[in-house]
């Protein structure tokens, strides 16, 4: 029995397939069109959200980096470009996204630096403590068992690492809200229909943002599956926030 409601959140409401496998399947649908739409549905503005985010990390300078629900590994390559450091792991359970993300990194020369997997978030194959720092951008909000994908998170953290995620959330501002609700429900779900011919998958995107346990909700959960010194940003009126929490030291 799920937790949280966004847990059962699904793209497809008649299909007899788990969450896990139905966003697999609708992200293999969509791999083809996700970059430019996450440009034009955003005007842009998520290369400077990824950009805020994996700034977040500057100061600690990990060396080893796990990229959770990597994608088309633009916060991969991005990390790489402003961290410089030794490996990059990214996982995703889209084989589709994934393919497109190792030709991104084959022709910027990086497949020495940056690796992608297709793995589970919640059954990350990786030992306990490996790596310095994770990052996940937009990408908690799809898990089937959001404790679980973060216990696994929490687990495969060194101590004393980081973990940093990007999600989007829903504006307070009231005039910036309702615009927002018809930019979500209407607009997005249109757009994602004539560009992709599935409706369905940004029909999901607004349904799981409004289920997801946002904001201050969020941050308890955090610390419920073990992480400290949480945190929060929001940024663009609200619709996104970054959080952060680490591993304690020892």
């Known amino acids: 029995m799920s937790k949280y409601s966004h847990d059962t959140v699904v793209p497809y409401q008649d299909s007899a397939q ?29 290369i400077f959200w990824r950009k805020r985010a994996i700034r977040e990390l500057k100061q600690l300078q990990p060396e080893i980096i796990l990229d959770v629900a990597t994608g088309t590994a633009d916060v991969a390559i991005m990390s790489w470009k ?3 450091p030794k490996k990059i792991i990214g996982i995703d359970i889209s084989e589709g996204m994934l393919r497109l993300g190792r030709e991104k990194i084959a022709k910027l020369l990086l497949s020495n630096y940056i690796e992608l ?4 978030s919640e059954a990350i194959s990786f030992p306990d403590d490996t790596f310095d720092a994770i ?9 089937q068992n959001l404790e679980q994908g973060l216990r696994e998170m929490y687990r495969v953290l060194r101590p004393g690492g980081k ?17 927002y609700n018809v930019y979500m429900k209407i607009i997005c779900p249109g757009i994602g ?3 992709t011919k599935n409706r369905e998958a940004y029909q999901y995107l607004h349904n799981s943002v409004k289920a997801f346990p946002e904001g ?35």
Request: some cysteine; glycine content about 10%.
């Open 216 to 250: 201050e909700t969020f941050l308890p959960i955090l610390q419920q599956v073990g992480f400290s010194e949480t945190s929060l940003k929001r940024l663009s009126l609200g619709i996104c926030t970054i959080y952060c929490g680490r591993k304690k030291p020892g």
């Open 117 to 120: 997997k297709q793995g589970d």
């Open 193 to 195: 229909r004539w560009l």
């Open 135 to 143: 990052t996940v951008a937009f990408g908690v909000r799809n898990f």
């Open 82 to 84: 402003y961290l410089r």
């Open 163 to 179: 973990l940093v995620i990007l999600e989007f959330s829903k504006p307070k501002q009231l005039v910036f809200k309702g615009l």
């Open 18 to 46: 788990s969450k896990k496998e139905q966003v697999a399947g609708m992200f293999d649908q969509i791999a083809f069109r996700y970059d430019l739409l996450n440009r034009f549905l955003s005007g842009g503005i998520d």
